[in-house]
């Protein structure tokens, strides 16, 4: 296995030497600017997610890709309408808020209620129910930044499981601090939850600066009331589509070397960072290693439909794909922004880690260290995961990525086309090491 | 005159180090942090704007001035609407967009058109009528950051003027890159002017983002169309006011030592930095002076109505103690944000200059240096100052001033605490020394 190792390393080392030379770097970026401008926000089930698709295929066959394929699914279809959110007397100030992701809207006139405030998910599930009812309910739990994005785990359950925590306890609605690390004045979506069980509430966040005034505001006057309206609309099910495209391997075609992004975002900002520059990544990975010639393996870039809606798309792939999941040999995933990749996690075999090392050796110059044997592998790759599909996490900088995050401020001009091109070649030895190898990364 | 102004330096040097002892340097961040929360936004002519008349009246009471009055002015009340622009195919995209200040409405439908891209109001005025009749002009002039604020001096023409130069060539409407230096997507709003002998075209801002965005577009569908709507409303002439308040002088109460900001705000943000800074910083600087004790100037502190409609409240101010002019023997205004003081600049009498050079002796440790005597003393004071009252204009930073300027993003969480009590130190010795001399600065 060493001496295999080894050679193969060489070989890899080779390659790369003579690809850096007529590599476009900035492909991945160009890619990114691409969509985002041509298409925008694209909510999955929107008008603009279908464009996204005809963009995708458009621009896989123009890359020179082999195949190129959609795969539709069903999906329920949220649409945001109008929100407000207004302080009434003494302070009549309105706030900026946005609805989270699958709330319902409000009766038309509104919700107009008293409010009572909490300062995490935590201390509203251990409150009592006359507190809560009849109230708006206001999670004001503050974010803090990190690299790994793990406070954002911390912060995330008051949106998913806000809406139906404070409804078992009678509130008419919920608001959250956005869970963001930004002090500017966006407000953050994403995706809620209801549960059959409970009734439904309007759900939506406010910024950051907002929630800090509200919480001041509360302070001054404890009885004071808002007024919330939101014009949400869900019109039922829809097609989306995962887009899907193969470089088709040299040596041993039937083995799939799966590289993603998704390519659904959300509706206020444009995608740039969540994911357009993950999907310009991975189409421009396999297209560079084609001009380089035909891989050993397949290398197959899977855009996934709708990941912002709870990974609908990975959940069809996964299903269409079951009784081919053995074939697939290798998955990553690109879902954390545009910054330098810093850190290599696999989700290997144990006799596949020296596999790993050397391939962290061989990005190390690129300033990427070697972490953990418990990568998810990307957030619609850990679908894959689950079913035994062996994956690596190339970890990105997300210090500044919740400042933009699932707001109107993630557009094109936060992209930093010198970071993205370390992706690049992070992701272009990566994906070339799995893909010219017979390495089993099951064992 | 030299013998003199030495034994003046002392006695305020003494009184000012028995002054930082009970001073309490944070009452500036206090006022404007109240006013921004309970208060808010308070476009002129609007009831916030009363709401603010109010909370300044009561809080110059509780402060306590001796003397605490509003005067009355005439003005046209201006309402924004909802705004919205969008690109159509093939891009179908929203921009992020705001009716400048002054702006008519479309029409309900909308204006539909082609757009014609500038670089600067002066390519516009420049240009041909046929290349300009039946569109939507957009100029797309990018703005630096800088201490002193020039760049937006050479931009915000286009805001201002824009309008009448494109309805001179027959244009529909104008939107013009927002006058900020932020990549925040944020719209910059701000007053523009008609012209009687021209048409009254809308207009409007949109995000530096959102201009980056569709330059892009442009150069890929120059002939893409634009559908822009406003709904801003006129209800015509309504009252607003100066708020005005004195601490009254212990020897020459006849003289007036004029220091200023102003009350009212755009509508977009909590107007934090522009100019609710100001506002807690002037009142404040009266108030502490009078816990050491009456000055021998009157010290009279005016909060001054609607500036950002064009200086309105000052031009009546203006007119109304127009007989009086002569007793005002200095004034200041604080308007241009919230960063530290760093530069002492006059507008006053050469035989004066000697004052001013010992005036910045005493600012010398707060990192204060001596500018120019070509002082305007500030948007409201250079009012007066044409009237040849005596100024002086204590610079603040602005570097990042215009990355808040006049959008929702001007909230209180901007105000940086230290940098205003720098500021209120610098007020402080200003004010006492000139309100604590004989001092004719007119010399």
């Known amino acids: 296995m060493k ?11 080779v390659n790369l030497a003579a690809n850096e030379l007529k590599l476009d770097n900035s492909l991945a970026y160009k890619l990114t600017e691409s969509l985002t401008v041509e298409v925008g926000a694209r ?6 997610d279908e464009r996204a698709v005809v963009w995708a295929e458009k621009n896989f066959a123009a890359l020179g890709y082999d195949k190129v394929w959609r795969e539709a699914f069903d999906m329920p279809y949220w649409q945001r309408g109008a929100a407000s959110l207004t302080v009434n007397a003494p302070f009549h100030q309105s706030l900026v808020v946005t609805a989270l992701g699958g709330s319902i809207a409000t009766p038309a006139l509104g919700i107009d209620s008293n409010v009572v405030m909490f300062d995490s998910l935590e201390q509203l599930k251990n409150a009592d129910t006359p507190r809560v009812k009849g109230k708006i309910v206001f999670i004001n739990h503050s974010m803090a930044k990190d690299k790994e994005g793990e406070f954002y785990g911390q912060v995330v359950g008051a949106r998913a499981q806000g809406a139906v925590e404070a409804a078992k306890l009678g509130a008419k609605a919920i608001i959250i601090r956005s869970v963001g690390t930004s002090l500017n004045r966006f407000a953050h979506t994403g995706v809620m939850r209801y549960s059959d069980n409970v009734a439904r509430i309007p759900a939506a966040a406010i910024s950051v600066p907002d929630a800090i005034q509200l919480e001041k505001m509360l302070a001054l006057q404890p ?46 900002g444009t995608g740039a960072l969540d994911d357009g520059a993950g999907v310009g990544l991975v189409m421009a990975v396999g297209a560079l290693i084609k001009q380089q010639g035909q891989p050993e393996r397949t290398i197959r870039v899977v855009l996934f439909g709708n990941e ?21 040999v290798f998955a ?29 050796q061989k990005l190390a110059h690129l300033d990427i260290s070697l972490g953990n044997n418990n990568a998810s592998g990307g957030p619609d790759v850990s ?32 992209v930093n086309a010198e970071a993205l091109a370390q992706n690049l070649a992070a992701w272009l030895i990566t994906t070339k090491a799995v893909a010219n190898s017979q390495v089993d990364l099951r064992q």
Chains 1, 2 share one sequence.
């Open 308 to 328: 912002e809606g709870g990974l609908l798309g990975a959940k069809a792939y996964a299903a269409k794909h079951a009784a081919n999941m053995d074939k697939h």
């Open 383 to 414: 679908v894959i995961k689950a079913l035994g599909v062996p994956v690596v996490t190339l970890l990105q900088d997300g210090t500044d990525y919740f400042d933009y995050h699932h707001t109107a401020n993630d557009t094109f001009d936060k």
């Open 43 to 48: 909510i999955a089930g929107s008008a603009a």
């Open 332 to 360: 990553s995933e690109s879902d954390f922004g545009a910054d330098r990749v810093w850190r290599l996690d696999s989700g290997v075999g144990e006799k596949s880690l020296a596999f790993i090392a050397e391939l962290q």
């Open 223 to 268: 009885n004071l009331t808002l007024q919330l309206t939101m014009q949400n609309k869900l019109p039922g099910i829809v097609k989306s589509h995962n887009v899907i495209a193969e470089i088709t391997g040299s040596k041993r075609p039937d083995e799939i070397v799966l590289i993603s992004a998704h390519l659904d975002s959300w509706d206020q």
């Open 3 to 13: 001496i295999w190792l080894t050679m193969l390393i060489a070989t890899v080392s």
